[in-house]
């Protein structure tokens, strides 16, 4: 388990879980603002997962957050609705809310990675997120636009966190890039979330060891 230094955020990492929800995210009330809590499942890239874990560290953007679904429709993606896109090899399901300010299962955006239908709309599950509405928008945002992304993931060979069905494409990215870049992040992130609490005038703390987490 990870917990923010104010206490309000924690990531909880669950293999046991009930649900299929391996990786759940809480938010406790503060003020005004809701509390909230994101549920990903076992198979959710990693890349997909830490773009919002960053986006939860940083400053909230001060224009307005673009509609996600505007964000998978730049992306060629298959709009059915307002309220449901899918990617063109329909693997990909995007929904959002149907009531705002609840808690019920039905007002949560649910994103579900499945295997080809063969005349279904959607085939086996391969992993699922789930973020209720109380989700600040640029979280959700952010996990949308690394959903989006096409850009392939590198993945060690035979590496078990992938799916029979991805293909596979031999990389000429040496894994120490690989490395190098995933420090090169971490450092980034890092400052600019220091020099956003410098800017709030809160006290800059450096996280302990047993607080960082660090991804494969």
């Given at each position: 388990?990870?917990?923010?230094p ?40 990693a ?7 960053d ?26 609705s307002?309220s449901a ?10 929904r ?16 579900d990675i ?10 086996p ?5 789930v ?37 596979h ?23 600019r ?24």
């Amino acid at each position: 388990m990870l917990r923010s230094p104010d206490h309000r955020y924690t990531m909880q990492f669950d293999p046991q879980s009930a649900t299929g929800a391996w990786w759940r995210l809480t938010a406790e009330p503060a003020g005004p603002e809701p509390g909230w809590y994101a549920e990903f499942c076992e198979l959710v890239p990693a890349e997909i997962l830490s773009r919002f874990t960053d986006a939860l560290v940083l400053p909230v953007p001060d224009e307005s957050p673009v509609d996600p679904f505007q964000i998978l429709g730049w992306e060629g993606w298959v709009i059915e609705s307002s309220s449901a896109a899918h990617s063109l090899d329909a693997m990909c399901h995007v929904r959002r809310p149907t009531e705002a300010g609840t808690w019920t299962w039905e007002a949560s955006w649910r994103v579900d990675i499945c295997s080809p239908g063969h005349g279904t709309p959607m085939g086996p599950s391969i992993w699922h997120a789930v973020l209720p509405d109380a989700v600040p928008a640029h979280l959700i945002g952010a996990f949308i636009t690394a959903l989006a992304d096409p850009e392939p993931l590198q993945r060690g060979m035979y590496e078990r966190l992938g799916h029979h069905s991805a293909v596979h494409v031999r990389s000429q990215v040496r894994p120490e890039q690989v490395v190098d870049d995933h420090a090169s992040r971490l450092r980034k992130i890092r400052a600019r979330a220091r020099l956003a609490r410098r800017q709030q005038g809160a006290p800059v703390t450096s996280p302990s060891p047993s607080r960082r987490a660090h991804r494969r």
